[in-house]
């Protein structure tokens, strides 16, 4: 046992797999962990960002049961496919279901998912690997300039990708993580659609870079998947995207706790920007944060 692990880490077995990110937890039983030993797997959890449980086959039934020992939990709120529980999300290639972009989930709802818990329930011998990014080491490798910047600056975030450009909410573009305090760069490719406080022209530079440099390698781990393993991920601190280059079905399972609380590192320095006298034709993000601004006003008023 190494002095930073603990006993239960030490029987377990824990191996991590990348600098920034991930870890791999073998030697226990996911179906039967007492109240310590799911708390020692939450920390596990927060201090890697992903962490990776080979060879567990849990039944629906305790996986659901697992989900909402951490806390409550909410099918996708815009997709809906057939499933075997309604507190299941399952993703199959065959139906569309590869999330080839990256992202951290729901973070166009004021409180997206806190954490998921995915099970792998077929998986192509070769590819169709997941990839996460630690989003601390992102904000910590900018300059400093650079992140003194983005603490002033908030991002829309919308349900495009979903056929729901209406539903939408603004988060800050550095977060704090409620439990560690770190600070994470918060923007992501697949939901953000616009930094508020620039200009649609300034904002699309800069969400291009950031949403680019998240997907560095020295931020990422990426994981093999056999079937059966289970995987959970912090949503408040990290990104994921599947690498789209197998053949077959693939199938995931997945539970989603829900109760994040987005809480701002700084504090926004500007007003939120739009054009005078008439919006940009070009920019449906204009009009969408318009839009979105209006009904916050609508709201305030009531």
Known sequence: ??????????????????????????GLDLANLND??????????????????PDQHLAVEDHVAL??????????????FDTPHPEIFELRASGGGVADEWHSDLT???????????????????????????LHAAYEALSE???????????LH???????????????????????????LYVNEHFTRRIVELGAEESEVLLR?????VQQPRFTVRYAWRAGTIAFWDNRATQHFVLNDFEGERVIQ?????????????????????????????????????????????????
């Open 36 to 53: 310590a030993e799911l708390e020692q797997l939450r920390q596990l959890m927060v201090r890697y960002g992903v962490i990776f449980c």
């Open 209 to 213: 870079h950031l949403t680019r440099w």
């Open 158 to 184: 919308d349900a495009l990708p979903h056929n729901r450009p209406d539903k939408m909410t603004i988060h800050p573009v550095i977060r704090r993580h409620p439990e560690t305090g770190l600070p994470a």
């Open 67 to 80: 989900g909402a020992r951490f806390g409550p939990l909410e099918g996708h709120p815009n997709l809906k």
């Open 254 to 302: 997945r539970v989603t706790v829900q109760g994040d609380r987005v809480e701002p590192y700084g504090q926004p320095a500007w007003p939120p920007y739009v054009r005078d006298g008439r919006l940009s034709a070009t920019s449906r993000h204009d009009r969408q944060l318009a839009m979105y601004l209006r009904a916050q006003a609508g709201q305030s008023d009531s």
């Open 108 to 134: 166009f709802q004021v409180e997206p998912a806190l954490m998921s818990i995915l099970h792998m329930k077929r998986c192509p011998e070769v590819g169709g690997d997941t990839m996460w990014s630690s």
């Open 145 to 155: 300039p650079m992140k003194a910047f983005l603490q002033g600056l908030t991002a």
């Open 1 to 26: 046992m190494t002095a930073s692990q603990t006993p239960l880490e030490t029987a377990w077995g824990l191996r991590p797999l990348a600098p920034a990110v991930g870890a791999e937890v073998t």
